[in-house]
């Protein structure tokens, strides 16, 4: 059974605090993503990797990085976090082919104070 | 620029059937997935449409019209646990791989 892990379902973290966020897949699928999802602006793309250290931006990258040292694991870094990072952060990998599904994540919900 | 747009909310009785609209404007337009998210899980994969015309999966069925910019999620003999969001979301082609723009979503509310 594929599966897509993330390292805390809830997290919670003051202002200016540095917030790591791990993803691990088990289906040696190439490409991962991060995503926040907020209510009435649904699903939004922060990065995206498509191979090992490489990486590109998404649609809301600012305050975001990320790092994908190893294909299994994709990292989202909040440099100094602020409260209106505070979503439910989801990750997602897929394989190669334009009809791949993307996998999802439990999610992270974030709590920034 | 790009817009997805489907309806906020929708209420449907058990044992019905549901249609959710999904209209959208894009460049480099890849294909349609519809995916179901229940309330604090993770999306999960329903359908994916590339042609036009229509995918039938069990109870669900999607339709895809590229000229139109138009899908559809339909949902038959609806169950209490097909409570739950429906997002529409367009894959795009951009940089090294495609990517996936996502509607708000609908939220779906089947009563008995």
């Known amino acids: 059974d594929v599966k897509v892990t993330q390292s805390s379902r809830y997290l919670v973290k003051r202002t200016g605090e540095k917030v790591f966020l791990e993803c691990v897949q088990d289906?040696?699928?190439?490409?991962m993503f991060w995503y926040r999802q907020d209510p009435g602006l649904g699903l939004r793309l922060i990065y995206f990797?498509?191979?090992?250290?490489?990486?590109e931006k998404g649609d809301i990258p600012e305050g975001y990085s990320v790092s994908r040292e190893k294909k299994e694991r994709f990292s989202l870094i909040l440099e100094s976090a602020s409260t209106n990072q505070t979503s439910m952060y989801l990750c997602?990998?897929?394989?190669?082919?334009?009809?791949?599904?993307?996998?999802f994540g439990p999610g992270t919900r974030l709590t920034v104070l | 620029g790009q817009n997805i747009d489907q309806p906020t909310e929708m209420t449907a009785t058990e044992g019905a059937i549901v249609q959710i609209n999904c209209t959208y404007q894009?460049?480099?337009?890849?294909?349609l997935f519809w995916y179901q998210q229940h309330a604090g899980e993770a999306p999960t994969f329903l359908s994916y449409?590339?042609?036009?015309g229509l995918e039938e999966k069990g109870r669900f069925s999607s339709f895809l019209s590229r000229s139109k910019g138009y899908s559809y999620l339909l949902l038959k003999e609806l169950q209490m646990k097909d409570s739950a969001s429906y997002l529409c979301?367009?894959?795009?082609?951009?940089?090294?791989?495609?990517?996936?723009?996502f509607g708000t979503g609908t939220l779906l509310a089947v009563q008995p």
């Open positions: 997602a990998s897929r394989g190669q082919a334009s009809y791949n599904e993307q996998f």
């Open positions: 289906m040696d699928h190439e490409n």
């Open positions: 979301a367009v894959s795009r082609y951009g940089g090294a791989t495609n990517k996936l723009i």
């Open positions: 990797s498509y191979d090992v250290k490489m990486k």
């Open positions: 894009t460049s480099g337009f890849n294909g």
């Open positions: 449409n590339v042609l036009d």
